[in-house]
């Protein structure tokens, strides 16, 4: 019924925005609407009527996996998408949304329906996705559990000697032992030096791998997707001694900041303002400017979703979106500390999801 329900949604969205009709065409929007990503095309006119346009090497996919009683129907080989698209949609009267759609598409479409106003209208479906029902919150749940075991996996093989990509090996066979989907993204291990880049070294011949040192400071992102969902989580880690004596209290001003931050998650705040007290929490140590990204963003079928906690965000927090809180830190040329949760935005505040001790960050 989640589909149904959800299509329901968006037509109530089509006729208040004065749109004929919807063309769903991103995969992940296949997915949220249908049960199945593509290559397709769904059609949603602002009657209820649904189509789901789909090539032959798609065809047996769609019949499995799509929610029962959709109509779908079969194109020809090789026939180009936008094209079935642009012939279902000559006929309407009126303005039709499109989700997100490559720009050469997009004006293919547009050519070969000149008579059809078409609008970009991915905000109506973000509006819609960015809450998450009973069914995604339980499938995220359930994808940072799995998070919380690679975290633990990796904390218990961190050891002077073994290498960087040694460490992302026994992440990514726990994420399979546990029957994940896959990973969420590149799994991100990175050491001393390396630490200080937010998103970890380009693989060039001689990064694509480091021995970890006594003393080195290690951050590590992961997530991992269950049905479709995403989780996402950073921690950490010093092995032994830190080389630098100012790494505890750095690492402690951070953690500082992410939980004055999350005591303001709760339905009705603004993204900017979460933003802002973490941002101000770190000022207290003069460690603001090299905070160097924003505070989070959402999670679900995508790893990066609305609403987005930024200092320029226009998003407000409402019960149901799932969003990180990831505050960083990071020395150029020394080292960087992250910590990140994924969260869920409660009736009353928040919940965390992810749980992996944040106070277990020396390894001995």
Known sequence: MRYKERLSKLVTLLQLNGLQAMIIWD?????????????????????????????????ET??????????????????????????????????????????????RLVSMAPNVEIRPA?????????????????????????SDRAMTAASDVLSPGITENEVKSEIVSEIYRQLCERPAFDVMVASADRSSLPHGPLQRAD??????????????DLGVVVEGYCS???RTFVIGKPKDSEFESIYLSVLNAKEAAQSFMRPGV?????????????????????????????????????????PNSPD???????????????FEGRWGVRIEDTILITDKGFELLTSYPVDQYIIF
């Open 270 to 310: 603004s993204c900017s303002y979460v933003d802002s007290v973490a941002r101000s929490s770190l000022s207290e140590k003069e460690l603001d400017k090299h905070f160097i990204h924003g505070l989070g963003h959402g999670v679900g079928l995508e790893i990066h979703e609305p609403p987005r906690l930024a």
């Open 27 to 59: 995969t992940y929007d296949l997915l949220y609407f249908t049960g199945v990503c593509g290559p397709g095309a769904l059609i949603v006119d602002s009657n209820g009527e649904t189509r789901l346009y789909v090539p032959p090497i798609n065809f």
């Open 232 to 234: 996402d989580i950073t």
């Open 122 to 146: 991915m905000s109506m479906i973000w509006e819609i996705r960015s809450i998450k029902d009973p069914h995604e919150i339980s499938a995220i749940r359930e994808a940072c559990r799995i």
């Open 62 to 107: 769609a019949e499995r996996y799509a929610f029962p009683g959709l109509n779908i129907e079969q194109t020809r080989m090789a026939e180009p998408l936008e094209v079935v698209v642009a012939h279902s949609i000559l006929g309407i009267n009126g303005a039709v949304g499109v989700d997100r759609m490559d720009v050469e598409t997009y004006k």
């Open 207 to 220: 990064e694509r791998d480091r021995v970890l040192n006594n003393g080195d400071v290690v951050v590590i």
């Open 316 to 330: 407000q927090l409402s019960e149901g979106n799932v969003v990180t809180c990831e505050p960083g830190v990071y």
